[in-house]
């Protein structure tokens, strides 16, 4: 295999973020998170309190949204929901920019919101990933096309003091003109823009629609250090039948006369 199973694992953050996850199903996507050894679960700031408490000794992180999904919240209501999960034991951030802001061109406004998020988390020795959501960024905005677009979000994240660039929250579903609903989440011409315009300090992080083992497997080539996953099980236990197969067959070869 060309990762080990831990290089793997420890890129996922295992994602509990559905509008209607329940306790019990927050209590077994933990279990889940653990038995996996993934890096983190990425979980809504309510329960951040009752995730530590699940997970402690177990290696496995704690993250917490803030602005979520849609990054609308007032900056000083991000940066307090920001200190508030840092309080309970959150050591991730997951925030997501003012996308209207961005959109009208108020880089300022977005350096400042974004930047306020991460003094706040640095301040409590917590990481900040900043999402994007490019599946309403395709047609760019404010003079910009969508790849300036982007590469401008990624200068502007860098600057602000973010830890990870990150494409999608995975709840970004575009309307088309047929009234449907259509997302893409992380796609590889995003993790390649997003990678090439942050310097190395900066890391990216793909969410939505990384679904199966060959699609973390791509998601790591392309340079990203995690990727948030509810597909965790079944992208592992695809690497543990890969990984029996290949040694089997390692083991059953004849020797050589």
Not at 37 to 56: E, F, M, T
Request: hydrophobic share 35%; net charge neutral; with cysteine.
């Amino acid at each position: 295999m060309k990762y080990t199973y831990e290089e793997l694992a420890r890129m996922i953050d295992h994602s509990l973020l559905h509008p209607t996850v329940t306790d019990q199903e927050l209590e077994d996507g933990c279990k889940l998170a653990a038995k996996y050894g993934v890096a983190s679960v990425c979980i809504k700031p309510y329960a951040v309190q009752r995730a530590v408490d699940l997970l402690k000794g177990t290696g496995v992180l704690v993250g917490c949204v803030i602005g979520f999904p849609h990054g609308n919240s007032a900056t000083e209501a991000k940066r307090y929901e920001t200190e508030l999960a840092c309080r309970d034991g959150a050591v991730e951030i997951d925030m997501v920019i003012n996308l209207g802001k961005a959109l009208s061109g108020d880089w300022d406004y977005v350096e400042r919101d974004i930047k306020a998020v991460c003094d706040e988390a640095h301040a409590h020795g917590a990481k900040v990933k900043v999402i994007f959501e490019n599946d309403y960024l395709a047609n760019g905005g404010a003079g910009l096309s969508g790849s300036e677009f982007k590469r401008k979000l990624c200068q502007i994240s860098e600057r602000a003091g973010a830890d990870w660039v990150k494409t999608s929250t995975g709840y970004g579903f575009v309307k088309g003109p047929d009234g449907k609903y259509s997302y893409r989440g992380a796609t590889a011409d995003d993790l390649k823009l997003m990678r090439a315009a942050c310097s190395p300090k900066v890391q990216v992080k793909a969410a939505g629609g990384v679904r199966d083992l060959d699609g973390l497997i791509l998601v790591r080539d392309l340079g990203a250090t995690r990727c948030g996953a509810t597909a965790t099980a079944t992208m592992l236990d695809e690497y543990g039948r890969r990984a029996a197969s290949t040694t089997y067959e390692i083991e059953t070869l004849p020797s050589k006369p």
